[in-house]
């Protein structure tokens, strides 16, 4: 009798076994990142968080490869020639942050057939079987609006300094931007400039159109170009206006300055760069075999007057006010978003 009970208990647990869904052992599975831009300090930090995080992630054999592949150019079809070489390499997930929101879809729905994981974000994808972890961008865009017509109730003119043309992120909080303007009617967008998320982009482009705007009582931007655009309306000597920053080192230095000069105040916000090592464990969760909503949302990081010093005394010279993930944290954001 208890060989009988022995037997079926081992034929049911055998059978159990048998139908729940194994998990991946994800210490010899490959992750490479596809990036289409580098030319700026928020591109350079999210590549060296990268760098930070899936390098002790590879060395403690969570995963056997993470590498990170930068364009040339910030071309969709050069990016998507990057993706079809991954594929041919044999990468079991793809990390993206897109040149464009749809023009990569072909070349991501070639690596979902090939059987790999796509993750993209900050610059997302649309293509269906890819996973996309992003900001609010609209609500990043809107906010800036939302905070000028608190600090100036009275409103005015504002120039607007947008992104990288083309791409979603840029799209989206301008679209934002707009929507706020709409909110808060007693502001006018009176010029709007390509900065690129550069700083000596954006000081040339805001210097080029300055003499052609009446005076300014704010500046709404993207991130990477606050601090040239202060610069560009010191050379105009003309009054400065309230500039929202992105979370720069030499933005949050300069606001420092001022702040101790003259009490000048703003605020700051941005997407942290570190939203690439969140990136790298979802897809890493996915292959792990997780089950993983394809819509992630991440807040945005904002920096207001009364932290401004606690955040510039965290952000390395040259660099980004940044937030990386770990592993927990990843699963943290995969659990409440289910």
Same mark, same amino acid.
């Given at each position: 009798?208890?060989?009988?009970?022995?037997?079926? !208990?081992?034929?049911?647990?055998?059978?159990?076994?048998?139908?729940?869904?194994?998990?991946?052992?994800?210490?010899?599975?490959?992750?490479?990142? #596809?990036?289409?831009? *580098?030319?700026?300090?928020?591109?350079?930090?999210?590549?060296?968080?990268?760098?930070?995080?899936?390098?002790?992630?590879?060395?403690?054999?969570?995963?056997?490869?993470?590498? *990170?592949?930068?364009?040339?150019?910030?071309?969709?079809?050069?990016?998507?020639?990057?993706?079809?070489?991954?594929?041919?390499?044999?990468?079991?997930?793809?990390?993206?942050? *897109?040149?464009?929101?749809?023009?990569?879809?072909?070349?991501?729905?070639?690596?979902?057939?090939?059987?790999?994981?796509?993750? &993209?974000?900050?610059?997302?994808?649309?293509?269906?079987?890819?996973?996309?972890?992003?900001?609010?961008?609209?609500?990043?865009?809107? #906010?800036?609006?939302?905070?000028?017509?608190?600090?100036?109730?009275?409103?005015?003119?504002?120039?607007?300094?947008?992104?990288?043309?083309?791409?979603?992120?840029?799209?989206?909080?301008?679209?934002?931007?707009?929507?706020?303007?709409?909110?808060?009617?007693?502001?006018?967008?009176?010029? &709007?400039?390509?900065?690129?998320?550069?700083?000596?982009?954006?000081?040339? *482009?805001?210097?080029?159109?300055?003499?052609?705007?009446? +005076?300014?009582?704010?500046?709404?931007?993207?991130?990477?170009?606050?601090?040239?655009?202060?610069?560009?309306? !010191?050379?105009?000597?003309?009054?400065?206006?309230? =500039?929202?920053?992105?979370?720069?080192?030499? +933005?949050?230095?300069?606001?420092?300055?001022?702040?101790?000069?003259?009490?000048? +105040?703003?605020?700051?916000? #941005?997407?942290?760069?570190?939203?690439?090592?969140?990136?790298?464990?979802?897809?890493?969760? =996915?292959?792990?075999?997780?089950?993983?909503?394809?819509?992630?949302?991440?807040?945005?990081?904002? =920096?207001?007057?009364?932290?401004?010093?606690?955040?510039? !005394?965290?952000?390395?010279?040259?660099?980004?006010?940044?937030?990386?993930?770990?592993?927990?944290? !990843?699963?943290?954001?995969?659990? &409440?978003?289910?």
């Amino acid at each position: 009798m208890k060989t009988s009970r022995y037997l079926l !208990a081992s034929a049911a647990l055998c059978l159990l076994a048998t139908s729940m869904p194994a998990m991946a052992d994800t210490s010899g599975k490959k992750i490479a990142l #596809s990036n289409n831009y *580098a030319g700026n300090s928020w591109r350079q930090a999210m590549l060296t968080s990268w760098e930070k995080v899936t390098g002790e992630a590879v060395k403690a054999g969570q995963v056997a490869a993470a590498d *990170a592949f930068t364009t040339a150019e910030n071309q969709a079809t050069e990016q998507a020639a990057q993706i079809q070489n991954m594929i041919l390499q044999g990468y079991d997930a793809i990390v993206i942050n *897109a040149a464009s929101p749809t023009a990569l879809n072909g070349a991501v729905k070639e690596a979902c057939d090939a059987g790999i994981t796509v993750v &993209s974000f900050d610059g997302i994808v649309t293509e269906p079987c890819a996973w996309r972890i992003a900001v609010d961008f609209k609500e990043m865009g809107r #906010s800036q609006v939302e905070y000028l017509s608190k600090r100036l109730p009275e409103g005015g003119n504002l120039l607007e300094i947008r992104g990288l043309a083309g791409v979603f992120v840029d799209d989206e909080i301008s679209a934002g931007i707009h929507a706020g303007v709409e909110q808060f009617p007693q502001f006018k967008i009176v010029g &709007s400039v390509h900065g690129d998320w550069a700083q000596d982009v954006a000081q040339k *482009a805001v210097a080029g159109i300055l003499p052609s705007l009446p +005076e300014l009582v704010g500046v709404v931007t993207q991130g990477g170009d606050g601090y040239g655009a202060a610069q560009a309306i !010191a050379a105009a000597n003309r009054p400065m206006p309230v =500039i929202v920053m992105g979370n720069r080192e030499d +933005e949050l230095k300069w606001w420092k300055e001022q702040k101790d000069a003259n009490g000048y +105040e703003t605020m700051s916000v #941005s997407i942290a760069p570190g939203v690439s090592t969140l990136a790298f464990w979802v897809a890493q969760q =996915i292959l792990d075999g997780k089950e993983v909503k394809k819509d992630l949302v991440v807040p945005f990081l904002r =920096i207001d007057q009364d932290n401004l010093e606690a955040n510039l !005394a965290n952000t390395q010279a040259g660099g980004v006010a940044n937030v990386e993930y770990s592993l927990e944290d !990843a699963q943290k954001v995969i659990s &409440s978003a289910m």
